[in-house]
């Protein structure tokens, strides 16, 4: 749920502000509106760009190097001071947060034993879908305090806490049957109750 609740928030909130960037460059709305459009076609290659990899490499490793790699271009794409320089790292930004979706649409079902992986990778994404609403305002919030650049920080921050619960907390589910992975996924968690417990004592 952290995963996908972080993810979302910082795959939506780029979303939300690109126009945004782009008339603070000095472009009209008109203008804006046609390159952040040109800017959301990197999500068609990107989420075709995982079909390659997504069954060759473990999908935690993939995920964590996507997350870091967007993290990022997305603070580039925010300290960006020339329109060429935003249009490039935005749709790479755009395309390799589809590719990070992509494998997380198929690692997500892996970490729940049988009998719980539709309601499980259902519940994550579902507390994800929050992040739609959650995205927008927080941008929005950000943008008009402390300014655009915060807004960059945000949304890459949104991405490290995502890619920092697949580290560690997830489990490698590459060559292991998906009866062993609820203990392998359950391990983690134990361990941290575990360390409560003590520190408790």
Avoid at 155 to 183: K, N, P
């Amino acid at each position: 749920m952290v995963l996908w609740l972080f993810g979302l928030v910082g795959f939506y909130g780029f979303q939300s502000w690109v126009p945004t960037l782009l008339a603070d460059h000095g472009q009209d709305f008109a203008k804006s509106m046609t390159m952040s459009a040109v800017t959301t076609i990197g999500a068609v290659p990107g989420a075709f760009l995982a079909w390659p990899f997504i069954d060759r490499y473990p999908r935690k490793h993939l995920a964590v190097v996507l997350g870091l790699v967007v993290a990022v271009l997305g603070i580039g794409y925010g300290l960006s001071s020339s329109v060429v320089a935003v249009v490039v790292f935005g749709t790479l930004v755009a395309a390799l947060s589809q590719t990070f979706i992509a494998v997380l649409y198929s690692y997500t079902p892996e970490v729940f034993p049988t009998r719980l992986r539709t309601a499980g990778a259902g519940l994550g994404n579902g507390v994800g879908r929050i992040g739609n609403v959650i995205a927008p305002l927080a941008v929005a919030a950000i943008y008009t305090t402390p300014g655009l650049g915060y807004v960059a920080v945000f949304i890459a921050g949104c991405w490290l806490v995502a890619t920092a619960t697949v580290f560690f907390f997830g489990v490698d589910t590459r060559g292991r049957s998906l009866e062993t992975l609820h203990d392998a996924a359950a391990a983690p968690v134990a361990s941290a109750a575990t360390v409560s417990q003590r520190i408790g004592e």
